[in-house]
């Protein structure tokens, strides 16, 4: 098949679950002898308007940002044109959108009606945009900040419409489509995320990873890797910190990850009297995440809203780390169907603190504990989950008629 991703992030540099939902969905696609292309925005970093990544070529279309009404018309004209292009060279078969801006100029060429279009949702455009930027003060700003949601609202629902299939990881993502759009459940599918069992997998010699990492040995490693913004529910997990170093002073949090509120997360654990139990690494490049997922005792997903899905819960029990997780969006598909005591019974800083204090000491008072429950979390995603399945399933919907 020819097929086109249509999307608004880039696979040159994977930094999310966006870009990394694109990169195994087209790159395992194209180990599979399918001519995969994906049209998209150039973006600062990018130094040109094509590249071949691991056997997929990206097109990139220019993009003025410089107000509003810029963006959407370079994405509308730019889009349309780069596409009509790439049409007339690789008549396709299937056109795959991932987010809704770029899907817009696509949908707008005559050439796009007449091929298979499907939408895979991540998650819903106006909800991460109110999730990333509060609501403003004053009357202009709230005009202009409504007026944002609802353009971001009828786009969606526009390519949502003009979609023949929808794709969700999550029955989570399935129900907001519906609250929101009103889009039918026998139009959508359920294909969950996956992992990659080969990169991310059990220590051998977790000792050894933590002398690299200088991690301390001795300690009980609680990690999570986060943006750092407030959706991530951080604040509260440190205000929980607080609560569990009272009853488990050995433990040593890890935090991953680069964002707004570091400065704040950092000034609130100097407050709290925690921060020599803290360690904010910024950003983990890709090739050191799975040395840092395997050098701890346990992994805590503090989310407060829009999980879609939760790749690095995978990832983690893919390396042998239980999951202590929020009851939010995929975290509970995902953890329910392992066990439904790794839930926090809700977001607040006390519930975690319970279930973090309770699991620690379960672990401390039977070291062999920790080594059962490791494999068993390994197996479990090895059974359910890897981007073999979801390409498998992804494949499938794309060759149906």
């Given at each position: 098949?020819?097929?086109?991703?249509v999307?608004?992030?880039?696979?040159?540099?994977?930094?999310?679950?966006?870009?990394?939902?694109?990169?195994?969905?087209?790159?395992?696609?194209?180990?599979?002898?399918?001519d995969?292309?994906?049209?998209?925005?150039?973006?600062?970093?990018?130094?040109?308007?094509?590249?071949?990544?691991?056997?997929?070529?990206?097109?990139?279309?220019?993009?003025?940002?410089?107000?509003?009404?810029?963006?959407?018309?370079s994405?509308?004209?730019?889009?349309?044109?780069?596409?009509?292009?790439?049409?007339?060279?690789?008549?396709?078969?299937?056109?795959?959108?991932?987010?809704?801006?770029?899907?817009?100029?696509?949908?707008?060429?005559?050439?796009?009606?007449?091929?298979?279009?499907?939408?895979?949702?991540?998650?819903?455009?106006?909800?991460?945009?109110?999730?990333?930027?509060p609501?403003?003060?004053?009357?202009?700003?709230?005009i202009?900040?409504?007026?944002?949601?609802?353009?971001?609202?009828?786009?969606?629902r526009?390519?949502?419409?003009?979609?023949?299939?929808?794709?969700?990881?999550s029955?989570?993502?399935?129900?907001?489509?519906?609250?929101?759009?009103?889009?039918?459940?026998?139009?959508?599918?359920?294909?969950?995320?996956?992992?990659?069992?080969?990169?991310?997998?059990?220590?051998?010699?977790?000792?050894g990873?933590?002398?690299?990492?200088?991690?301390?040995?001795?300690?009980?490693?609680?990690?999570?890797?986060?943006?750092?913004?407030?959706?991530?529910?951080?604040?509260?997990?440190?205000?929980?910190?607080?609560?569990?170093?009272?009853?488990?002073?050995?433990?040593?949090?890890?935090?991953?990850?680069?964002?707004?509120?570091?400065?704040?997360?950092?000034?609130?654990?100097?407050?709290?009297?925690?921060?020599?139990?803290?360690?904010?690494?910024?950003?983990?490049?890709?090739?050191?995440?799975?040395?840092?997922?395997?050098s701890?005792?346990?992994?805590?997903?503090?989310?407060?809203?829009l999980?879609?899905?939760?790749?690095?819960?995978?990832?983690?029990?893919?390396?042998?780390?239980?999951?202590?997780?929020?009851?939010?969006?995929?975290?509970?598909?995902?953890?329910?169907?392992?066990?439904?005591?790794?839930?926090?019974?809700?977001?607040?800083?006390?519930?975690?603190?319970?279930?973090?204090?309770?699991?620690?000491?379960?672990?401390?008072?039977?070291?062999?504990?920790?080594?059962?429950?490791?494999?068993?979390?390994?197996?479990?995603?090895?059974?359910?989950?890897?981007?073999?399945?979801?390409?498998?399933?992804?494949?499938?919907?794309?060759?149906?008629?």
């Amino acid at each position: 098949m020819n097929i086109l991703f249509v999307s608004d992030v880039s696979i040159s540099e994977v930094i999310g679950g966006a870009e990394r939902v694109l990169y195994e969905q087209a790159t395992g696609l194209a180990r599979r002898g399918h001519d995969v292309h994906i049209l998209t925005r150039k973006l600062p970093d990018h130094k040109s308007n094509q590249e071949i990544i691991q056997g997929v070529r990206e097109w990139r279309y220019d993009l003025d940002q410089s107000n509003a009404f810029a963006f959407l018309v370079s994405t509308l004209l730019n889009c349309k044109r780069l596409f009509d292009s790439l049409q007339n060279q690789y008549p396709f078969d299937c056109i795959n959108f991932h987010q809704p801006f770029s899907a817009i100029g696509v949908i707008h060429s005559p050439a796009s009606k007449k091929i298979k279009r499907i939408y895979t949702c991540l998650s819903l455009s106006f909800e991460e945009f109110r999730s990333r930027n509060p609501k403003p003060k004053g009357v202009i700003r709230r005009i202009l900040y409504f007026l944002n949601v609802q353009a971001r609202k009828f786009i969606e629902r526009r390519v949502l419409n003009k979609s023949g299939r929808i794709v969700v990881l999550s029955r989570f993502t399935q129900d907001k489509l519906w609250c929101a759009y009103k889009i039918p459940s026998e139009k959508m599918k359920v294909v969950p995320g996956g992992v990659d069992l080969h990169r991310f997998y059990p220590a051998a010699d977790r000792a050894g990873i933590r002398q690299c990492l200088n991690i301390p040995q001795k300690k009980m490693i609680l990690f999570s890797v986060r943006n750092l913004v407030p959706r991530m529910g951080l604040k509260n997990l440190i205000y929980a910190i607080k609560e569990v170093v009272k009853i488990v002073p050995d433990i040593y949090f890890i935090l991953g990850g680069k964002g707004p509120l570091k400065n704040d997360l950092i000034l609130l654990s100097q407050n709290l009297g925690i921060e020599n139990h803290i360690h904010f690494t910024g950003f983990i490049p890709e090739e050191e995440l799975p040395d840092y997922y395997r050098s701890a005792d346990i992994f805590i997903l503090p989310t407060l809203e829009l999980e879609g899905f939760g790749l690095v819960t995978l990832e983690a029990l893919a390396s042998g780390v239980p999951v202590l997780g929020t009851p939010i969006g995929g975290t509970k598909e995902i953890l329910g169907r392992l066990d439904p005591k790794y839930i926090f019974r809700d977001t607040q800083p006390e519930s975690m603190a319970a279930l973090i204090i309770e699991t620690c000491q379960r672990f401390k008072n039977n070291p062999g504990l920790w080594q059962d429950v490791s494999s068993l979390c390994r197996s479990f995603v090895e059974a359910n989950y890897s981007w073999e399945k979801n390409v498998d399933a992804t494949e499938k919907i794309f060759s149906e008629s």
